[in-house]
Structures are given as structure tokens and as C-alpha cells.
């Protein structure tokens, strides 16, 4: 099993800036696609930047040119740095991941944090 432990989260002012980290931990072989996600109360859980475990990313329009998504893979955690920050961006942050584990040969499997607040508001 892999458990995945996000940390980061909390108050900032319009225009401000965070950094949230995501541990995985557990019976890992390798962890492979890692990313971010939000959900905001009453809506759908919404991608904001994924990273392959050969480093390539992905953004959603609206966070592109203000969020940095990045990993360490020998940590196994993944980062997103958030700069610029609006309140309508407002949610809980949740990280995934797509690990196999514990043996080479176990099935790969999604595994989702347990999200971390991020409230912008002055």
C-alpha cells in the first residue's frame, strides 16, 4: 500500500504565493505519473498540473505561467509551487500518484492524499 501526505497548505492574500509538497511513502517499487488536483465547495475535483516520472508536465490554462509543478524522484514527493494566487483558487489541494508496489511485478494502482486547504483571502 502507498500513502501519500500532502503538506503546504494554508492562508495567503490575493497575489501571494505557496508551496505545496506531497511524501509518498509505503510499499513502493516506483511511483510513476504524479500530480495536482482542487476542489472547490460544490465542484468537481479539477486538474491543475501533473508530471510524468520522465519529468514532462502538464498545466491547466488557467494556472499556466504562475504555477511549477516538480518532483524528486529519489524522494518519491512531489512539489507545486503557487505564485500569484486568486481567491477563486480557493479549495482543497489534493495529490495523486500512480505507483506499483511493493514487488516490480504488482499492479500499478492510483493512490489520492488526503488534500490540504489553501485559502486565498485578504
Known amino acids: 500500500q502507498v500513502q501519500l501526505v500532502e503538506s503546504g497548505g494554508g492562508l495567503v492574500q490575493p497575489g501571494g504565493s505557496l508551496r505545496l509538497s506531497c511524501a509518498a511513502s509505503?510499499?513502493?517499487?516506483?511511483?510513476?505519473?504524479m500530480g495536482w488536483y482542487r476542489q472547490a465547495p460544490g465542484k468537481q475535483r479539477e486538474l491543475v498540473a501533473t508530471?510524468?516520472?520522465?519529468?514532462?508536465?502538464n498545466y491547466a490554462d488557467s494556472v499556466k505561467g504562475r504555477f511549477t509543478i516538480s518532483r524528486d524522484s529519489a524522494k518519491n514527493t512531489v512539489y507545486l509551487q503557487m505564485n500569484s494566487l486568486k481567491p477563486e483558487e480557493t479549495s482543497v489541494y489534493y495529490c495523486?500518484?500512480?505507483?506499483?508496489?511493493?514487488?516490480?511485478?504488482?499492479?500499478?494502482?492510483?493512490?489520492w492524499g488526503q488534500g490540504t486547504q489553501v485559502t486565498v483571502s485578504s
Open positions: 495523486k500518484a500512480d505507483g506499483r508496489g511493493p514487488y516490480f511485478y504488482s499492479d500499478i494502482n492510483t493512490y
Open positions: 509505503g510499499s513502493i517499487f516506483r511511483i510513476y505519473d
Open positions: 508530471i510524468t516520472g520522465g519529468g514532462s508536465t
